[in-house]
């Protein structure tokens, strides 16, 4: 939540908007007393007979009192709330061209396009397109994987200038997407708010969500950024018309970022080292085993099984590169995901998990990027 307290300028300017408007109800107010030139008319009437009245003698010469206290009171007030407005104006503009620089700021922090006017220019992915045919399928299929609870988000991993913003607009192309919403900066929570409020006014269209270097952003260490940002990934990758995909250059394994995307993709030539070996203590590890059984059982009831592996293999597999039940689940329903494709394509005629689908998924879950 961002914080409450407003700034000395605002306070500025909620007075002077106060004193503006009390100065405004001033001169009305004074308008209504002033007298007129103009007397009603009335229709004569006939007035009855009296008796002549003898007025009583009054000293014409005494000068009649023409300043009171409450006249005084009233134009010292006048004057005050003038002095008042005038001082606050400076701060009201600032207010307001400071307000149109921020709109200019996030109009030009967000990009909207249709997906067709895109010229992505790429070369050297052709092996890697051909290796996520399955996410890209599902992507553009989703019908054929509804039964599969698995967020909508991608994290494509390599070095600067490498092609990660054009090989997410072709994959964008491919899955046959609609439109392409490219937040530049995300290191600002103002941009985040407005591109959250451009996502849900598409709610009938499919879209990429584009965050380039969101790596960037998680090297601020700001609370109030990041709550903003995972919100933004949570909420828009759990929408089925919603792919969100991130651009990052490194990537440290368990850290806020990993942890937000469960699928990552590295660009040809990327560096990866070795996963690390990670300690885990004997009840953690029967906590994970407990967790892969669990989501292994869900596979079979949606009608896959295992092939040239047994449960007790694929367990341990898992148990052995997981740190997590997050991870495990990401992990099993990818190879669904990867079966449900080959089998809807003609390549086998029933939907089997081999380890040849295991190793494939867990290297799209599991990364470690050299240093």
């Known amino acids: 939540m961002r914080s409450a307290r407003p700034s000395f300028a605002v306070i500025r300017l909620t007075l002077g908007v106060w004193l503006f408007a009390a100065l405004f109800i001033q001169l009305f107010v004074h308008a ?16 009855p007979q009296v008796e002549p009245q003898v007025e009583p003698q009054v000293d014409r010469n005494q000068p009649e009192p023409s300043i009171t206290v409450e006249n005084i009171s009233n134009n010292l007030f006048l004057i005050a709330t003038i002095v008042a407005t005038i001082a606050a104006l400076p701060t009201l503009i600032e207010f307001l061209v400071e307000r149109r620089k921020r709109k200019e ?5 967000i990009e909207d396009e249709p997906t067709i006017s895109l010229q992505p220019r790429l070369a050297g992915f052709d092996g890697l397109l051909e290796d996520i045919a ?13 039964n599969l609870e698995v967020g909508n988000e991608l994290l494509i991993l390599g070095g600067p200038l490498t092609g990660k913003k054009s090989f997410a607009q072709v994959i964008a192309k491919k899955a046959r997407l609609e439109r392409v919403i490219t937040v ?9 708010a407005a591109a959250n409020s451009l996502i849900k006014s598409y709610a009938r269209h499919r879209i990429m969500v584009l965050l380039p270097n969101i790596d960037l952003a998680y090297l601020k260490e700001d609370d109030e950024l990041l709550s903003e940002l995972d919100a933004l990934i949570e909420t828009t990758s759990e929408r089925e018309n919603v792919l969100v995909v991130g651009t990052a250059s490194r990537l440290t394994p368990d850290s806020l970022l990993d942890n937000a995307f469960g699928i990552k993709l590295c660009v040809p030539g990327t560096p990866r080292a070795l996963p690390e070996v990670r300690s885990t203590s004997p009840e953690a590890k029967q906590v994970l ?3 892969a059984a669990y989501y ?7 009608g896959l099984e295992l092939t040239e592996l047994s449960q007790e293999q694929f367990v341990h597999r898992l148990i052995e590169v997981a740190n997590s039940p997050a991870e495990i689940e990401d992990i099993v329903v990818l190879c669904m995901t990867t079966a449900v494709y ?10 089997r998990i081999t380890p040849e689908i295991l190793e494939i998924n ?8 050299e240093q």
């Open 342 to 351: 080959r089998q809807s394509k003609g390549l086998v005629k029933e939907r």
């Open 32 to 47: 209504q007393t002033l007298p007129t030139d103009k007397e009603p008319q009335v229709e004569p009437r006939v007035e």
């Open 296 to 302: 292994l059982d869900r596979a079979r009831t949606a």
């Open 184 to 192: 530049w900066n995300v290191r600002n929570a103002d941009v985040l």
């Open 134 to 146: 399955d996410l890209i399928d599902r992507a553009a299929s989703q019908s054929k994987y509804q």
């Open 362 to 369: 867990i290297d799209r879950v599991i990364v470690n990027l």
């Open 105 to 109: 700021r996030i109009d030009l922090s």
């Open 289 to 291: 085993a407990d967790v």
